[in-house]
């Protein structure tokens, strides 16, 4: 079951829809047209008690004001560009700097604040589409965004992406949820599992060096369950540059989950499918409690936790990585699934 609900209205006047994704066994999730957001996510836990698993705001004032990309779709190029420059076919291009007037970080403010068109396409499938225009952002090619979200009876999410430009391009589309599976605190005594045996450091911009370091040995190996706070205060130059995990990890092959979480408390399940080939670990490292979050309560440091599918940071410049330049007129398609369950 699907229903509409006006949430509220941006600054600018821009009226903003919620819908609500529903199945029989009452698992919600809250999509905004605004930054064609996930906005909670309503998940039981062991006992069949409900609580909103994601990490964000209740008001529009509050993702205007506020926001870290709680929820968000995130796109043109979801992460970081070196510098915001790239070059496509010897045409150099210099896209936003929003980020500390150095890097382009998460495609710069367009995706995440504009107000998508939704159509319900059936009782569980919701569709956002956004028309983004050639030069936005400075990013080649007017580009047809759209981002379908499907909740199943298996309480399974999954967003499909589609973005199709009139000009060769580069596509890095995610979303930005914030997830705590026990609803409240921090996330540091939840579980976690990466199925990646190599990451990405990063210089001081959270550029990647090119480096692709084994996880082996490393604060970094993620590949059995473990709390995610267990490492993350070890004396790692990465870990400590970035005030805790915001790393990319370079997903193995396999039809497993690319990643699990669990929390031990409620023991409410989230496992990550993606055929994507990175996934960014943030640790909500920057939040510091000094921003309201839902109910007025402060966003905390490690409030939750990202698990953004992706293509590596900044491979516009890396051609040692996976590419993400899609050619005039071909589609761009890609597919992460969120599921939720309880053990
Ligand atoms: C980045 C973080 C950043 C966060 C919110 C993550 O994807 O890697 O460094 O603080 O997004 O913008």
């Not at 403010?109 to 952002?137: F, R």
Request: aromatic share 12%; charged share 25%; proline share 4%.
């Amino acid at each position: 079951m699907i229903v509409k609900n006006y949430f509220g209205e941006t600054a600018d006047g821009r009226s903003v829809d919620c819908y609500s994704l529903k199945n029989s066994s009452e698992t919600t999730v809250d999509i905004l047209t605004y930054g064609a957001t996930i906005n909670s996510i309503y998940a039981a836990d062991r006992n069949g008690d409900f609580a909103d698993i994601l990490v964000g705001f209740d008001t529009i004032e509050g993702h205007e004001k506020y926001s870290d990309y709680e929820g968000m779709t995130v796109g043109r190029y979801a992460n970081r560009i070196a510098g915001g420059k790239f070059t496509i076919d010897g045409t150099e291009y210099q896209v936003e700097k929003n980020e500390k007037g150095i890097t382009c970080l998460h495609g710069g403010a367009e995706l995440s604040t504009a107000v998508w068109k939704a159509i319900i396409i059936d009782d569980s499938s919701l569709e956002m589409s956004y028309q983004s225009p050639d030069g936005a952002m400075g990013f080649p090619g007017k580009v047809d965004f759209k981002v379908t979200f499907t909740l199943f009876e298996d309480n399974s999410l999954k967003i499909d992406y589609y973005a199709v430009s009139d000009k060769k391009t580069v596509i890095n589309m995610t979303n930005h949820a914030y997830f705590n599976l026990a609803g409240k605190g921090d996330v540091l005594g939840q579980e976690l599992m990466i199925n990646a045996d190599a990451f990405t450091p990063t210089d001081e911009n959270s550029i990647p060096t090119g480096e692709i370091r084994p996880v082996e040995g490393t604060a970094f190996d993620f590949r059995k369950m473990k709390p995610i706070g267990r490492d993350i205060g070890e004396n790692d130059e990465q870990l400590i540059m970035c005030r805790g995990y915001d790393h990319n990890f370079c997903l193995n092959d396999g039809d497993g989950p690319a990643a699990t979480a669990y929390d031990p408390e409620s023991g409410r399940k989230l496992d990550v499918f993606t055929d994507l080939c990175g996934v960014q670990l943030y640790t909500g490292n920057f939040l510091d409690g000094t921003k309201p979050g839902k109910h007025g309560e402060p966003l905390i440091k490690h409030a939750g936790f990202c698990l953004e599918t992706q293509f590596y940071p900044n491979t516009p410049n890396m051609p040692e990585f996976p590419q993400c330049t899609v050619e005039a007129g071909k589609p761009f398609e890609s597919c992460t699934v969120f599921r939720f369950s309880v053990s």
